[in-house]
């Protein structure tokens, strides 16, 4: 079944842009993001699960633009602080920064030994179509919280996050580590295992 000609992300973030124009890159798909379509009002996310944020952005989008949006959710959940920052990540320390956000996350963790720092990445995408047809899927990613940042690459809370798998930090990652292993990744490739069976219904 032949794929979508134009696909929106529903962000404004050029990070987060980068990570799923890479992932889709094997596809002949032409991605836009928010950046493309200016007069879309700024969507508030005020829902309480990530399913619930992704959803209302996927639907504004497509409401406004009559195309196929991909819409995501994502957040840092961390044991010890009984799943905080969760839906909140972005705005953690207020206004998206993420300076604050990981300054208020090592705050939070203060005192606490790394070993018992054990935290999850989670997204959740929501691909919508105009005809209402709507595909959910998550991905995961666990590791566990540093005591101080390292590495310079990745955004939001990348260069506190331990990889088991390379023993580093994701911001220490290049971009094709961080896609094999990262949330968002595992939620992209549960996805595109869905995207033809999606796409064909309507």
Known sequence: MTKPQTLIIATNNANKAREFSAMLAPYDITIKTLADFPDIPEIKENGITFEENAAK???????????????????????ALHGDPGVFS???AGDHNDAANNAKLLANLGGIPEAERTATFHTTLVALK????????NGELVGRILIAPRGD???GYDPLFWSTKFQKSLAELTPAQKNQISHRG?????????????WAKA
């Open 153 to 155: 690459n990745g955004f």
């Open 57 to 79: 952005k996927a639907t504004v989008v497509v409401e406004a633009t009559g195309l196929p949006a991909i819409a995501d959710d994502s957040g840092l959940m961390v044991k």
């Open 130 to 137: 105009p005809s209402g047809e709507k595909l959910v899927v």
């Open 90 to 92: 972005a705005r953690y």
């Open 186 to 198: 595992a939620a992209l490739r549960q996805l595109m295992t869905k995207f033809d069976e999606w």
